[in-house]
T-cell receptor, first 111, second 114 residues
Framework: QKEVEQNSGPLSVPEGAIASLNCTYS??????FFWYRQYSGKSPELIMS????GDKEDGRFTAQLNKASQYVSLLIRDSQPSDSATYLC???????????FGQGTRLTINP | DTEVTQTPKHLVMGMTNKKSLKCEQH?????MYWYKQKAKKPPELMFV???????INESVPSRFSPECPNSSLLNLHLHALQPEDSALYLC?????????????FGSGTQLSVL
């Protein structure tokens, strides 16, 4: 089983709708969780971090964490064409000094 | 300023060449990382430096040699690379290597090995 799993997509969402991206992880003692956005040919950009169970909102983005289910998600409200990118879920393994990435979900917002 | 600067942005090298990738940050971060990313794949960790000391080497071939001259600089020396080493090389930094620390990436060096 991979440490961090994401549906690779592509996920197509109409403009103005909510895009929902999901991620599961296998290490029960993982402490911190991150979502990165990566445009084609560019480097990953940190958009959200979440450390405790529940929801965390930042503008149009909401991260949700459920440690019991080992599940983290990212919601993008009022999706815009500029949100079209690959979204990488990343998990910091406790004590391991490193960030482990999922395969990424390619999101396309259709005008 | 949350900027990690990498040079060069693009590099083409032959298999017998020696080249170096450079990374710089002035955020006072004490952890620095090298990642390798192939097309349509996630970044893969290569090395971690913590307080200028190498703390993780993910079994990277010796043709890649990292160096951390001071707390702001990180180099990756390349020698006798193979065409399969062509990839986007990403430098990143964080305040420390602690569990809640956020990683910030540079813009990367796109490397082509001929």
């Amino acid at each position: 089983q991979k440490e961090v799993e994401q549906n690779s997509g592509p996920l197509s969402v109409p403009e103005g709708a909510i895009a929902s991206l999901n991620c599961t992880y296998s290490d029960r003692v993982s402490q911190s969780f991150f979502w990165y956005r990566q445009y084609s040919g560019k480097s990953p950009e940190l958009i959200m971090s979440i450390y405790s169970n529940g929801d965390k909102e930042d503008g149009r983005f909401t991260a949700q964490l459920n440690k019991a289910s080992q599940y983290v998600s990212l919601l993008i409200r009022d999706s815009q064409p500029s949100d079209s990118a690959t979204y990488l879920c990343a998990v910091r393994i406790q004590g391991a000094q490193k960030l482990v990435f999922g395969q990424g979900t390619r999101l396309t917002i259709n005008p | 300023d949350t900027e990690v600067t990498q040079t060069p942005k693009h590099l083409v090298m032959g298999m017998t060449n020696k080249k170096s990738l450079k990374c710089e940050q002035h955020m006072g971060h004490r952890a620095m990382y090298w990642y390798k990313q192939k097309a349509k794949k996630p970044p893969e960790l290569m090395f971690v430096y913590s307080y200028e000391k190498l703390s993780i080497n993910e079994s990277v071939p010796s043709r890649f040699s990292p160096e951390c001259p001071n707390s702001s600089l990180l180099n990756l020396h390349l020698h006798a690379l193979q065409p399969e080493d062509s990839a986007l090389y990403l430098c990143a930094s964080s305040r420390r290597t602690g569990d809640n620390e956020k990683l910030f990436f540079g813009s990367g060096t796109q490397l082509s090995v001929l």
